[in-house]
């Protein structure tokens, strides 16, 4: 596989899930965790070496089930969980796997999530050795108290170093997540966070409102903590798009910014709609209009795999109008908006009169704007967004 750490072409087409071109995206789930996060409801066990191994060799299996069926990879998303913990030799058997299986486009974009504290110069190395160009790294916050709070396994100096071994062994394409909204935060010490995320020099940062859980330690343990209360939010969102801006990071959907040419193309490709397969415990896949999701039960998933039945907990055949809702769902969370000439061509579907009440309704309120060809959120629209988008489902 060839590599191309340095500003990957990232134009992702749009790509018609009824036509026969098979450019795909691959997300691989690694449910393993050193520990649980307290705010933290993905699906993640305790890592155990031997489960790893067993799960890891189902896995291979998984994979070439999509042998001869002729897929070219544009993306390669490694998360979970904490991908990190893996040895080499069992991420050597998941690429020899996925490059056994699949044809790998040569710009095609490799990412690994990393977690803080779980990274060595040799992992680092390793993962260069077998192609990862993109390193996303589970940062969450520079402020320890909040770390804490969290239940992060990583302190605020574990940061620097992942962040220095990384650059140093891997790639220079990283991207850092944060997280606001959190107990003990101010809008200081979340500024505070932002400035030393830049300071580290990153290519990309992703920054999310913690959502509370049902069923999480934090869940439970609420009434311990004051939580940031609506109005402070919505400035720490607005104060982090201003701060981000001045450092020259664009803002391509709502909760991701880069460098100009490091946006994320396995991203970029879910909110256009495009078609990616998932493979693991508790992936999700999109391709020849059927959504499936895998078991979230790693011992499930291996005697399935070991009996050669189905790993799929749900699926279902997706109707095109649906998929073009959710195509506009989507669309709408990147900046750049939604192309009305796109759906007119494609499908004949014109956003327009099909939607023109709810359209004109937040076009009123300026929160919906029309520019050019696109159909777009305006910028106060963003801190609201899951209002406005969910009349479009
Ligand atoms: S590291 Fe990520 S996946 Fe694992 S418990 Fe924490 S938040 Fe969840």
Request: one cysteine or more; glycine letters at 4%; charged letters at 20%.
């Given at each position: 596989?060839?590599?191309?750490?340095?500003?990957?072409?990232?134009?992702?087409?749009?790509?018609?899930?009824?036509?026969?071109?098979?450019?795909?995206?691959?997300?691989?789930?690694?449910?393993?965790?050193?520990k649980?996060?307290?705010?933290?409801?993905?699906?993640?066990i305790?890592?155990?070496?031997?489960?790893?191994?067993?799960?890891?060799?189902?896995?291979?299996?998984?994979?070439?089930?999509?042998k001869?069926?002729?897929?070219?990879?544009?993306s390669?998303?490694?998360?979970?969980?904490?991908?990190?913990?893996?040895?080499?030799?069992?991420?050597?058997?998941?690429?020899?796997?996925?490059?056994?299986?699949?044809?790998?486009?040569?710009?095609?974009?490799?990412?690994?999530?990393?977690?803080?504290?779980?990274?060595?110069?040799?992992?680092?190395?390793?993962?260069?050795?077998?192609?990862?160009?993109?390193?996303?790294?589970?940062?969450?916050?520079?402020d320890?108290?909040?770390?804490k709070?969290?239940?992060?396994?990583?302190?605020?100096?574990?940061?620097?170093?992942t962040?220095?071994?990384?650059?140093?062994?891997?790639?220079?394409?990283?991207s850092?997540?944060?997280?606001y909204?959190?107990?003990?935060?101010?809008?200081?010490?979340?500024?505070?966070?932002?400035?030393?995320?830049?300071?580290?020099?990153?290519?990309?940062?992703?920054?999310?409102?913690?959502?509370?859980?049902?069923?999480?330690?934090?869940?439970?343990?609420?009434?311990?903590?004051?939580?940031?209360?609506?109005?402070l939010?919505?400035?720490?969102?607005?104060?982090?798009l201003?701060?981000?801006?001045?450092n020259d990071?664009?803002q391509?959907?709502?909760?991701?910014?880069?460098?100009?040419?490091?946006?994320?193309?396995?991203?970029?490709?879910?909110?256009?709609?495009?078609?990616?397969?998932?493979?693991?415990?508790?992936?999700?896949?999109?391709?020849?209009?059927?959504?499936?999701?895998?078991?979230?039960?790693?011992?499930?998933?291996?005697?399935?795999?070991?009996?050669?039945?189905?790993?799929?907990?749900?699926?279902?055949?997706?109707?095109?109008?649906?998929?073009?809702?959710?195509?506009?769902?989507?669309?709408?969370?990147?900046?750049?908006?939604?192309?009305?000439?796109?759906?007119?061509?494609?499908?004949?579907?014109?956003?327009?009169?099909?939607?023109?009440?709810?359209?004109?309704?937040?076009?009123?309120?300026?929160?919906?704007?029309?520019?050019?060809?696109?159909?777009?959120?305006?910028?106060k629209?963003?801190?609201?967004?899951?209002?406005?988008?969910?009349?479009?489902?």
């Amino acid at each position: 596989m060839e590599q191309d750490t340095q500003n990957p072409e990232i134009t992702v087409l749009y790509q018609n899930p009824f036509s026969p071109v098979k450019e795909i995206s691959l997300y691989i789930h690694i449910p393993f965790c050193t520990k649980k996060c307290n705010y933290c409801n993905f699906y993640s066990i305790s890592y155990d070496a031997k489960l790893a191994q067993n799960y890891i060799r189902s896995l291979t299996k998984e994979i070439s089930q999509y042998k001869n069926k002729h897929y070219t990879l544009a993306s390669i998303y490694i998360g979970g969980g904490t991908p990190s913990l893996l040895s080499f030799s069992l991420l050597f058997s998941l690429f020899y796997a996925i490059n056994d299986t699949f044809t790998i486009s040569q710009k095609s974009e490799v990412t690994i999530e990393v977690n803080p504290a779980s990274i060595t110069r040799d992992r680092a190395q390793n993962w260069k050795t077998l192609g990862i160009n993109r390193v996303s790294i589970g940062v969450q916050s520079f402020d320890d108290n909040v770390l804490k709070i969290l239940g992060r396994f990583h302190s605020s100096k574990d940061i620097k170093t992942t962040v220095e071994l990384v650059k140093t062994h891997c790639t220079e394409n990283i991207s850092l997540d944060l997280m606001y909204g959190i107990p003990g935060q101010t809008l200081e010490t979340w500024m505070n966070s932002l400035q030393r995320a830049v300071d580290l020099k990153p290519k990309h940062i992703s920054s999310y409102c913690l959502s509370l859980e049902r069923g999480t330690p934090l869940f439970d343990s609420r009434n311990k903590y004051s939580f940031p209360p609506e109005k402070l939010q919505k400035d720490m969102y607005y104060s982090m798009l201003e701060f981000l801006e001045s450092n020259d990071f664009l803002q391509y959907e709502i909760s991701n910014f880069s460098h100009e040419g490091y946006e994320s193309r396995h991203n970029i490709s879910y909110w256009k709609g495009n078609e990616y397969i998932g493979c693991g415990a508790s992936a999700h896949s999109f391709y020849n209009m059927t959504r499936r999701e895998n078991i979230s039960d790693v011992e499930r998933y291996i005697i399935n795999i070991q009996n050669k039945q189905s790993v799929y907990g749900n699926s279902k055949v997706i109707p095109g109008r649906e998929y073009i809702s959710d195509m506009i769902f989507l669309g709408l969370r990147m900046t750049k908006g939604v192309s009305l000439h796109y759906l007119k061509s494609e499908f004949g579907f014109d956003i327009l009169a099909e939607y023109s009440d709810t359209i004109n309704k937040f076009s009123k309120l300026g929160y919906l704007t029309v520019e050019k060809d696109h159909l777009k959120l305006a910028k106060k629209a963003l801190f609201v967004s899951d209002e406005i988008l969910s009349e479009f489902v």
